[in-house]
């Protein structure tokens, strides 16, 4: 079975500093990863994917992410925190049996002006 | 990029009444849907997988008979709540596989909030 643990429930950062999001997986074999984002009342927005091919994966809005295989880990990253980032962050993982998505338990990401 | 449509955006019925949430992928044939439903502050749930022409396959814990999952075409597949009751108000979000792709992403609906008087 293959799972993802969101490391932190909430992350709070002034806007223009780096913004941090840890995710760890747990997988028999090499996983495909995704990062969401959910806005308030709204549906989920893919903000980036691994899916086996460059580690390092980036995404739409500045985000980033590395695949890192020795600590079971894909943070995501974004330099400089904006206003608009304020939301519900979710770390994926598919299984390639039945397509099915395991969601972490998320982070509110709030940004202070 | 692939679109996914919900309808209605948001609902408020009387319990003991039904009410239907359509799934619509627009620029796709998605051969898999899925429907989650998420409660306040919470994660995803996946409730149902639904397979076009086929009977859905629904997690555990989920009743089949209060939630009733069509999927008649590639692209639509409809959830009914049947006998609402104030427990089954959340907001219910489906998404959408597309066949056609590498199979691994999904497009997500924009949800439907569903509140039972």
């Known amino acids: 079975a293959q799972s993802v643990t969101q ?7 002034s806007e223009g500093t780096p913004v941090l999001l840890r ?3 747990s997988s028999s074999y090499s996983p495909s990863l995704f990062w969401y984002v959910q806005h308030p009342n709204k549906g989920l927005q893919l903000l980036l994917k691994y899916t086996s091919a460059a580690t390092l994966v980036k995404g739409i809005n500045g985000f980033e992410a590395e695949f890192k295989k020795s600590e079971t880990s894909f943070h995501l990253t974004k330099p400089s925190a904006h206003m608009s980032d304020a939301a519900e962050y979710f770390c994926v993982v598919i299984s390639y049996y039945d397509y099915k998505l395991s969601f972490g338990a998320g982070t509110t990401v709030t940004v202070r002006a | ?6 309808h209605p955006s948001w609902v408020i019925c009387k319990s003991g009444t039904s009410v239907k949430i359509e799934c619509r992928s627009l620029d796709f044939q998605a051969t898999t849907m899925f429907w989650y439903r998420q409660f306040p502050k919470q994660s995803l749930m996946l409730m149902a997988t639904s397979n076009e022409g086929s009977k859905a396959t629904y997690e555990q814990g989920v009743e089949k008979d209060k939630f009733l ?8 597949s409809t959830l009914t709540v049947t006998s609402a009751h104030p427990e089954d108000s959340s907001f219910y979000i489906c998404s959408a596989r597309d066949g056609a792709g590498d199979g691994y992403e999904q497009y997500f609906g924009p949800g439907t909030r569903l509140t039972v008087t």
């Open chain 1, 7 to 13: 490391l932190d429930s909430h992350v709070s950062v």
């Open chain 2, 69 to 76: 999952i069509n999927h008649a075409s590639l692209t639509l």
């Open chain 2, 1 to 6: 990029g692939a679109v996914v449509s919900q």
């Open chain 1, 23 to 25: 995710c760890n997986y």
